[in-house]
């Protein structure tokens, strides 16, 4: 909103994130359009990304997906000078070619759910800017498009980060660099123990996953999720549903088929154990018990 999107106009979006990426375009009047993604990251496909930039195109959306940051360069490439705007939810400290998630863009915009690798108590969130204008929206959007104590220049919000949940974050805030090195090592963990069937991606050349998730994909995820239920290793899904088959975003005029790879992906991922207190012992139980079940 803070960059003029509203009625009329267009926000592209990976077809493959949480809900909280269309609904943000939502809240703002304009229209999402979804994009793949590329089979092998999760990651909005670059390639796939001029053919949905229209006149009416307000801004791009890439997601940092689970901690590993997109492909922001090609997607700059295809980009044509439309504003970048980066989700940046999962991927507190994470660097693409030097630069931190939330850098690269004209702005960036992070949660701190307590489940992030930098987590609040409760509800919080941040949006990066290096933009002087539109950090100057975003301070007025933020409380009422207050101007003084009783004067409003725009319609805005209540969306204050209060001082209970910045202090909770100041402290962590110096722990992130540790904790996001020791999910890396986790990360490493897992690629040198898991059974050759389970290929996790890479990090890409120049860039550093943070792993906020760890995610694989498996045949017959149902019957893997409970085999490792069973042996006390919980797991989830991230996520089950494309944007494109969300109920609540039915009105947008997709069907299935539209968005194949984000379909598959919807249909095939899993989220292992991943936190910064993971130790080698718990990833090589983990490791073994997924090996067990591939040989059932």
Not at 29 to 35: E, Y
Not at 38 to 59: F, N, W
Not at 139 to 148: A, E, F, I, P, T
Request: hydrophobic share 45%; charged share 20%.
């Amino acid at each position: 909103r803070a960059l003029g999107a509203g009625a009329g106009d267009e926000v592209v979006i990976p077809a493959n994130t949480f809900i909280a990426t269309a609904a943000a375009v939502i809240a703002t009047g304009a229209q999402p359009v979804l994009v793949d993604v590329d089979e092998r990251t999760g990651s909005l496909d670059p390639s796939k990304l001029r053919d949905a930039v229209t006149p009416r195109t307000k801004a791009i959306m890439p997601v940092h997906l689970y901690g590993r940051p997109a492909p922001m360069a090609e997607i700059a490439d295809a980009a044509v000078h439309v504003p970048i705007v980066e989700d940046a939810a999962q991927a507190h400290g994470a660097r693409y070619q030097g630069r931190r998630a939330g850098a690269i863009g004209i702005a960036g915009c992070f949660s701190f759910y307590p489940t992030k690798n930098l987590g609040a108590f409760g509800d919080a969130g941040l949006i990066t800017t290096s933009d002087d204008a539109l950090a100057a929206r975003v301070k007025l959007l933020r409380d009422h498009g207050r101007v003084s104590q009783y004067e409003h220049a725009v319609i805005g919000q209540t969306a204050r980060l209060d001082n209970l949940q910045a202090a909770v974050l100041r402290v962590q805030a110096d722990c992130l660099d540790e904790w996001n090195a020791r999910r890396r090592q986790a990360a490493a963990w897992y690629r040198e123990m898991l059974p050759r069937e389970i290929c996790p991606p890479d990090d890409e050349p120049g860039s550093e996953s943070v792993y906020h998730l760890f995610v694989v994909r498996v045949p017959r995820r149902d019957a893997f999720r409970a085999h490792l239920d069973a042996r006390g290793i919980a797991t989830a899904v991230h996520y089950p549903l494309p944007l494109h088959l969300q109920p609540a975003l039915a009105h947008l005029g997709y069907a299935a088929g539209d968005f194949p790879i984000a379909e598959r992906l919807c249909a095939e991922v899993v989220s292992l154990p991943m936190h910064p207190f993971l130790e080698r012992s718990h990833v090589g139980y983990v490791a073994d018990a997924i090996a067990e079940f591939l040989r059932g």
